[in-house]
């Protein structure tokens, strides 16, 4: 859906002058993004969550499941506390009603820097030190999924900002479809939510609720490393061909990584060819397990 992009005069009136020097800077999703002061402190990534109305064509239940979504993602990133995932700002979420429809309002920081995707081609290869801080730093986004009890859904490259800062080189962003593994959900339909060629094969399983854990994170997570390793994305088919993406998904099996980048460490390749096997039981059970074998890495 492309969703209409409120003016920016109107929308710093709507914040009632908490934000100043507003500026867009993208949109994806749902969302439209801005760059603005708050307070007249540092400046923030100011998030605007489009919640369209039943005349733009969706269902009541869809537009409910938008709007709690939206608050629910809010409410997870104000529970974390890894540095590897993007932190709220100083503009509390609030509902905002201007010309171009009705918003979802909220910060978070700005970070500078730009999205792992912009690193990746056949022709760049990256060393196997950064490969491996890319891997590590998605396993503590991981861990920290599993202590606040959710599984984030959509790790991928674009989602993966490489800031440029040395304590905080890599942060997650978007949590927007992250489940909760306990308690009420709003995912609807067959299928989950989510990019299709970075998801677990599980995940297209009519029983995927039942069966999701933490794996499909690493799943995602071992794809984009491969990804950024490679240059291939293994699965993607002709754009807009779903089901021959998820034939690909279900039973095609990547090359080893090895075969691809024989100078990377034997055992690193092991491991992120072990991450994206077709069943969970084949992946790792624990990520103490998946620590153990990486600390075993030399880069």
Same mark, same amino acid.
């Given at each position: 859906?492309?969703?209409?992009?409120?003016?920016?005069?109107?929308?710093?009136?709507?914040?009632?002058?908490?934000?100043?020097?507003?500026?867009?800077?993208?949109?994806?999703?749902?969302?439209?993004?801005?760059?603005?002061?708050?307070?007249?402190?540092?400046?923030?990534?100011?998030?605007?969550?489009?919640? @369209?109305?039943?005349?733009?064509?969706?269902?009541?239940?869809?537009?409910?499941?938008?709007?709690?979504?939206?608050?629910?993602?809010?409410?997870?990133?104000?529970?974390?506390?890894?540095?590897?995932?993007?932190?709220?700002?100083?503009?509390?979420?609030?509902?905002?009603?201007?010309?171009?429809?009705?918003?979802?309002?909220?910060?978070?920081?700005?970070?500078?820097?730009?999205?792992?995707?912009?690193?990746?081609?056949?022709?760049?290869?990256?060393?196997?030190?950064?490969?491996?801080?890319?891997?590590?730093?998605?396993?503590?986004?991981?861990?920290?999924?599993?202590?606040?009890?959710?599984?984030?859904?959509?790790?991928? @490259?674009?989602?993966?900002?490489?800031?440029?800062?040395?304590?905080? @080189?890599?942060?997650?962003?978007?949590?927007?479809?992250?489940?909760?593994?306990?308690?009420?959900?709003?995912?609807?339909?067959?299928?989950?939510?989510?990019?299709?060629?970075?998801?677990?094969?599980?995940?297209?399983?009519?029983?995927?609720?039942?069966?999701?854990?933490?794996?499909?994170?690493?799943?995602?997570?071992?794809?984009?490393?491969?990804?950024?390793?490679?240059?291939?994305?293994?699965?993607?088919?002709?754009?807009?061909?779903?089901?021959?993406?998820?034939?690909?998904?279900?039973?095609?099996?990547?090359?080893?990584?090895?075969?691809?980048?024989?100078?990377?460490?034997?055992?690193?390749?092991?491991?992120?060819?072990?991450?994206?096997?077709?069943?969970?039981?084949?992946?790792?059970?624990?990520?103490?397990?998946?620590?153990?074998?990486?600390?075993?890495?030399?880069?």
């Amino acid at each position: 859906m492309n969703i209409p992009i409120p003016d920016v005069a109107e929308l710093t009136s709507a914040l009632g002058g908490e934000v100043t020097s507003l500026q867009f800077v993208t949109r994806g999703g749902f969302k439209a993004v801005f760059k603005g002061f708050i307070h007249e402190n540092m400046s923030e990534a100011v998030k605007a969550i489009y919640i @369209p109305n039943i005349e733009d064509g969706i269902s009541e239940e869809l537009r409910n499941e938008l709007i709690a979504r939206a608050k629910r993602e809010i409410e997870l990133l104000g529970s974390c506390t890894s540095p590897s995932i993007v932190k709220l700002g100083n503009l509390t979420n609030r509902v905002v009603n201007v010309t171009a429809g009705t918003y979802i309002v909220y910060s978070e920081e700005f970070l500078p820097g730009s999205e792992l995707t912009a690193s990746i081609s056949k022709e760049n290869k990256p060393n196997p030190q950064r490969l491996l801080a890319v891997f590590r730093f998605l396993i503590e986004v991981i861990d920290e999924m599993i202590r606040i009890g959710y599984v984030h859904r959509d790790i991928k @490259p674009s989602n993966i900002f490489e800031t440029g800062l040395s304590d905080r @080189p890599f942060v997650i962003l978007d949590m927007g479809i992250a489940y909760k593994m306990r308690g009420t959900n709003f995912t609807q339909g067959p299928l989950p939510p989510g990019t299709l060629v970075y998801m677990a094969p599980e995940l297209l399983q009519p029983d995927y609720k039942d069966i999701m854990d933490f794996r499909c994170d690493l799943y995602s997570a071992a794809l984009s490393v491969y990804e950024l390793a490679t240059g291939i994305q293994p699965f993607a088919s002709q754009p807009g061909n779903e089901y021959a993406t998820m034939y690909r998904i279900l039973h095609d099996h990547p090359r080893r990584l090895k075969e691809l980048r024989n100078d990377l460490p034997e055992n690193f390749c092991r491991i992120i060819d072990r991450c994206i096997r077709k069943k969970p039981p084949l992946r790792y059970a624990t990520l103490k397990l998946l620590n153990d074998d990486l600390r075993e890495v030399k880069s």
